[in-house]
């Protein structure tokens, strides 16, 4: 069975840069995608970025031209670099590894906050 670990979370000031990282504990073989889902307390949990094994991105609105979301597939692992960080970003951000399963991690909690 994989499993997903993020990394990278914590307190930033609006304004300021996260880095999120994804790594499975196993080689992940097969072709599939990577996604990052976030959720804020009190909301459902809503996917804010995707990318295809040929390495196209989709975002949502509120974060596109913010969020890079990358894969290596080398290491099994995906990230989300996150820009100009804003009080509406923070919660728990969770990858997910979308095959014939779907697999999640735990979760990274982001906070914003000046």
């Known amino acids: 069975q994989v499993h997903l670990v993020e990394s990278g979370g914590g307190l930033v000031q609006p304004g300021g840069s996260l880095r999120l990282s994804c790594v499975a504990s196993t080689y992940l073989r097969g072709i599939g995608e990577w996604a990052w889902h976030r959720q804020a307390p009190g909301k459902q949990r809503e996917r804010v970025?995707?990318?295809?094994?040929?390495?196209?991105?989709t975002y949502i609105g509120a974060v596109k031209g913010r969020f890079t979301i990358s894969r290596d597939d080398d290491k099994s692992a995906a990230y989300l670099q996150m820009g100009n960080l804003k009080p509406d970003d923070p919660g728990v951000y969770y990858c997910k590894w979308i095959d014939a399963m779907h697999t999640w991690g735990r979760g990274a909690q982001v906070t914003v906050s000046s």
């Open positions: 970025a995707l990318i295809d094994p040929d390495g196209t991105a």
